[in-house]
């Protein structure tokens, strides 16, 4: 992975969101802050958002197994940007945040990994991001 990569990125509402434009081989998955205030309501906006397979366990665990498969999505290259990411888990402890953040950023880690075992889930090395609007 090049040393320049970030899986997360923070930038300022009050900024030009053209930065978007730098994603632009990217498929953009938006998600909002507002939504996803306690650890349930952000399994259930990623849930929906991310249209995952009914059979999601609302863990970490699971979320983690959804986030690293996504074979139901056609994408080169993932983005999610949480906007009023400032609000993202903040009904629940610092930790709860820094461990869901966390989990992002292995998540993009496994997707620089390309996959070519001669199985169905083959892959090739994908630039997963996300963006938090603060």
């Known amino acids: ?3 320049t990569y970030k899986s997360i990125v923070t930038i300022d509402a009050t900024s030009d969101v053209s930065i978007l434009q730098n994603y ?3 498929t953009i ?3 909002d802050g507002y939504n996803m205030m306690t650890v349930r309501e952000c399994y259930s906006e990623l849930y929906k958002k991310l249209d995952f397979p009914d059979y999601f366990g609302y863990n970490l665990n699971a979320l983690y197994d959804m986030l690293t498969d996504l074979s139901w999505i056609s994408f080169k290259n993932l ?3 949480i906007e009023k990411s400032y609000l993202l888990l903040s009904s629940e402890t610092s930790e709860d ?3 869901f953040l966390g ?3 292995n998540v993009a880690e496994d997707w620089t990994i ?3 075992l001669g199985e169905a889930w083959n892959r090739t090395a994908v630039v ?3 963006v938090l609007v603060e």
């Open 128 to 130: 997963f991001t996300t």
């Open 97 to 99: 945040r820094e461990v």
């Open 29 to 31: 998955i938006y998600l």
């Open 24 to 26: 632009s081989d990217s």
């Open 114 to 116: 390309p996959m070519s």
């Open 103 to 105: 989990l992002l950023e």
């Open 1 to 3: 992975m090049s040393n």
């Open 79 to 81: 983005t999610l940007v």
